[in-house]
């Protein structure tokens, strides 16, 4: 058997992931089970497209509430240090980026909750990877596809 991979999540994703499971659960089940009972009541089912789309709607919540039980199941919350003096897990960092002369902040979170676009990245990324123990004036080295990148942590929050 092999062992599950804890997912690191914060205490406000895990919550938000809590409340879509109850939704998906208790009112978008029951929503497609009606639409695939009136579909059933139209006969044949080869050519009725309103079932084939409701099913396939139904295999879709289906497997997002696998995959959230999963997660719930897996999950570890993270506890962030008030005050800490190293970037860690759940920490907002602000980098000083030498080459573009710009400060971008970035929130340090679990694979499953990241989103660069938000400025949320995964503590396994090669930026959050490389920032994570380091302290304010550091000069970090991240290793991307594109090259080389060198930060300056300015703040830690």
């Not at 879509?20 to 089912?45: M, N």
């Not at 005050?83 to 860690?88: A, I, Q, R």
């Not at 902040?105 to 949320?120: Q, R």
């Amino acid at each position: 058997m092999t062992e599950k991979k804890e997912v690191i999540l914060s205490k406000e994703y895990l919550e938000k992931l809590e409340d879509e499971l109850e939704y998906l659960k208790t009112k978008k089940r029951p929503q497609i089970a009606e639409k695939i009972k009136v579909a059933r009541s139209f006969g044949d089912l080869s050519e009725n497209a309103d079932y084939d789309e409701a099913k396939n709607e139904q295999g879709e919540v289906e497997s997002r509430i696998a995959k959230i039980e999963d997660m719930i199941r897996n999950a570890k919350t993270i506890e962030v240090k008030e005050n800490s003096d190293e970037v860690g897990v759940g920490n907002i960092v602000t980098v000083y980026d030498e080459e573009f002369d710009e400060e971008n902040d970035y929130k340090i979170v679990g694979t499953a909750e990241s989103n660069p676009l938000e400025g949320f990245i995964s503590n396994e990324s090669p930026v959050g990877a490389a920032l994570l123990g380091k302290k304010i004036n550091d000069r970090v080295e991240v290793t991307t596809p594109n090259g080389k990148i060198f930060y300056v942590i300015k703040n830690i929050k």
